[in-house]
């Protein structure tokens, strides 16, 4: 004889199956909707069943794919366009070393002056004391 225990009622809680919000990465997201795209009816079913999903979110998946698509798309060829505060900053770089440059010359000029300026003291006051001497 079967007991009392043996048909128990089954406990209708359901188990979470996880803490928090599930992550897709891109390459689930493209294997999956590549596999539902592929699949009839009962197969897009069967695949949803299987996977946990629900169809809002190929909806959503298909919506991001070719939305980056467009975006991929729309963008221009070539080069990123330069930043107009890279060009100020290699302007300012390219006057900045052509400043450098002049103030170099500058200094030269000014060191040779003052070492001009001596020579030509010391040579007026050579003169001056041999032409005191001849006196």
């Known amino acids: 004889m079967a007991s009392a225990n043996d048909h128990e009622t089954p406990d209708p809680q359901v188990e979470p199956r996880s803490m928090g919000p599930r992550r897709y990465s891109a390459e689930y997201k493209a294997r999956i909707l590549a596999e539902y795209e592929t699949l009839d009816r009962q197969g897009k079913g069967a695949l949803l069943r299987r996977e946990g999903l629900y169809s809002s979110l190929i909806t959503t998946w298909r919506e991001q794919r070719d939305r980056g698509a467009k975006t991929a798309l729309a963008a221009p060829a070539g080069r990123p366009k330069t930043d107009p505060r890279d060009k100020e900053i290699a302007r300012l770089k390219a006057e900045n070393a052509r400043l450098e440059t002049e103030l170099g ?25 041999q032409n005191g001497d001849k006196r």
């Open 105 to 129: 010359k500058a200094r030269t000029v000014i060191e040779v002056q003052g070492k001009l300026s001596a020579l030509l003291d010391q040579l007026a006051t050579d003169s001056a004391t």
